[in-house]
């Protein structure tokens, strides 16, 4: 049974940094591309960031360029540092992986506020 588990959202300054970390399982994290979206209040989905397998090449949105970094930790972890934050950042992020069914985690919250 796959399985997606997001952490490590919270509450920040703007200027601070957060990692999110999923934890994967049910399916071998090597073989599929994970990836980041985010959802912000009254705002679609979108995706942020994505990570492939076979040499651990990093994608990025425009908008978080520079500021966010994916990497793969193990065999069945995926992070999101996330450095520089904007208020625009808010939002619950989740975890995804296509394998061809898709799979989605159930969020993590970030907030970035002073």
């Known amino acids: 049974q796959v399985q997606l588990v997001e952490s490590g959202g919270g509450l920040v300054q703007p200027g601070g940094s957060l990692r999110l970390s999923c934890a994967t399982s049910?399916?071998?994290?090597?073989?599929?591309?994970i990836a980041w979206f985010r959802q912000a209040p009254g705002k679609e989905r979108e995706g942020v960031s994505c990570i492939t397998p076979s040499d651990g090449s990093g994608y990025y949105v425009d908008s978080v360029k520079g500021r966010l970094t994916i990497s793969g930790g193990g065999a069945k972890m995926v992070y999101l540092q996330m450095n520089s934050l904007k208020p625009e950042d808010t939002a619950v992020y989740y975890c995804?992986?296509?394998?061809?069914?898709?799979?989605w985690g159930q969020g993590t919250q970030v907030t970035v506020s002073s």
């Open positions: 049910g399916f071998t994290l090597d073989y599929y591309a």
């Open positions: 995804y992986v296509d394998t061809p069914q898709r799979y």
